[in-house]
């Protein structure tokens, strides 16, 4: 006899294992099927959480041989890769750890393998040795995942051609880096091996980085990046990238035409991603996707088969960690009879270099299309007092709000701590905050949050530090 649960997830990604905790709390028998081996999926094993260990070492290095400009002399810098990359898989490997011991208090029971259907009701479970059980479950939950897409016939080797998992695990730093890709991980994994001595070039189809982030804010970013030392190609083209055993030459044409050749230890391949969704037999139980394979799911994360659902990377929205944990949450809710729901208007988005880059809402690009009136509050952290003490005063919070109502529509920042000031907005737009809502909050002083009231009082034009 096969075992059976009331909820079975497929995927223990941020999405599925924070929807397998929720389902078990809410007191239903829950199991989580998951193939990698270890939980947390791309972002804890080889996206988010390895990256910023990285970026943040990578970051002390490119300090610490600066430390005598502000009056700490020290010896010579010397780097050791070996150990870095050691200290993240230890960090990778406490956190795995971590939420297999969620799943243990919560009483989620935990399935290593790759799960997919035979039925509506019955999944296939089939281990690293190609056994096979089947377990059967009244409702299944898909979060899946993706993996990184790469250009028309280049396949990646994880050592000279490489996705963002092989650009994790380089064995030395890259004399030359081309990154194919303008976007948030290409720049992250840029800053990286820049900050550790490589010379990086990204080439950028689009006549902008970052697309989709307000358009000020990402020219004030590459501003800021090139000043680090990095290398842009926009409205560039690549056209072949041909390998050898040991370098490759990425060949590209800009938009007039002209042929430029990259000849690189090391390509990154940084295009975006794509939904996990080949290897779960779901033409075998009739649920649809869309042209992108993503997972076709109504409001409460449903398909068109009533007992399957969907989150996460393998449906429409950002493919974002923290916006999958939040729809993991709400499908386990709504499976649990109750009103599961995600505000899609205020998912932040973070890049995490130095400074960093955050932002939340509609874009000025957004409103002027949508014919929405709006005023704009912006401050410089060159005007606040702590980031000029610590010498870490680029960028700049910009506010956007409503013309006649004063709600805030949007925000983005660039400067230090980003993705920690973004949250404060993220609160004053749920609850359908104003600018001066925030603008008439007290921050402490001396603090960064400090330029976020700023930006709030300069939408009304009473700023007082600029």
Not at 138 to 165: R, Y
Not at 329 to 344: D, L, M, P, R, T
Request: hydrophobic share 40%; proline share 3%; charged share 25%.
């Amino acid at each position: 006899m096969s075992e059976k649960f009331q909820v079975v997830v497929i995927g223990g990604g941020p999405g599925g294992y924070v929807c397998a905790i929720r389902l078990a709390q809410l007191g239903l028998k829950t199991a989580c099927i998951e193939s990698r081996g270890t939980l947390g999926g791309t972002c804890l094993n080889v996206g988010c959480i390895p990256s910023k260990n990285l970026l943040n070492n990578s970051e002390n290095f490119h300090k610490a041989k600066n430390l005598s400009k502000i009056g700490i002399e020290i010896g010579e810098v010397k780097l050791n890769l070996d150990k870095m990359m050691q200290n993240k898989d230890k960090a990778v490997t406490v956190l795995t750890k971590g939420v297999e011991f969620l799943f243990k208090k919560n009483n989620v029971t935990y399935f290593k393998g790759t799960g997919s259907f035979k039925s509506a009701n019955k999944i296939s479970i089939l281990d690293e040795k190609k056994k096979e059980i089947i377990i059967e479950t009244e409702k299944t939950v898909i979060s899946t995942g993706s993996e990184p897409a790469s250009l028309p016939g280049i396949k990646f080797d994880e050592e000279i051609i490489v996705s963002s998992t092989g650009a994790l695990n380089l064995k030395k730093v890259p004399k030359k880096m081309v990154i194919v890709g303008g976007g948030y991980i290409g720049l992250e994994m840029g800053s990286v091996w820049s900050k550790l001595g490589a010379e990086v070039h990204v080439i950028e189809f689009l006549e902008n980085i970052t697309p989709g982030m307000d358009i000020e804010v990402s020219k004030e970013f590459m501003k800021i990046l090139k000043k680090q030392g990095i290398n842009f190609h926009l409205q560039t083209k690549v056209e072949k990238i041909k390998k050898s055993s040991k370098v490759a030459i990425v060949s590209t044409s800009d938009k007039d035409g002209k042929k430029l050749n990259f000849d690189c230890d090391v390509v990154l391949i940084s295009v975006g991603r794509k939904p996990n969704t080949k290897n779960l037999n779901l033409d075998l139980v009739g649920v649809e996707c869309d042209q992108k394979q993503r997972i076709k799911t109504d409001k409460s994360f449903q398909t068109n088969i009533k007992n399957i659902y969907a989150i996460g990377d393998v449906i429409k929205g950002p493919m974002l960690a923290h916006k999958a944990e939040d729809e993991g949450i709400a499908v386990a809710e709504n499976i649990a009879g109750q009103s599961g729901h995600v505000n899609y208007d205020t998912i932040p988005g973070v890049i995490y270099t130095t400074p960093e880059v955050a932002s939340i809402g509609k874009t000025e690009e957004q409103l002027k299309k949508a014919n929405i009136k709006y005023k704009i509050g912006k401050f410089t952290f060159m005007a606040n007092s702590r980031a000029k003490a610590i010498e870490e005063a680029d960028g700049f919070v910009k506010i956007l709000a409503e013309e006649i109502t004063d709600r805030v529509l949007g925000a983005h920042i660039i400067g230090p701590h980003a993705g920690e000031l973004i949250a404060e907005i993220g609160v004053a737009m749920e609850f359908g905050a104003s600018a001066e809502d925030i603008a008439r909050t007290c921050h402490a002083h001396p603090t960064f949050s400090e330029a976020v009231k700023e930006a709030a009082l300069s939408v009304d034009k009473r700023a007082i530090h600029s």
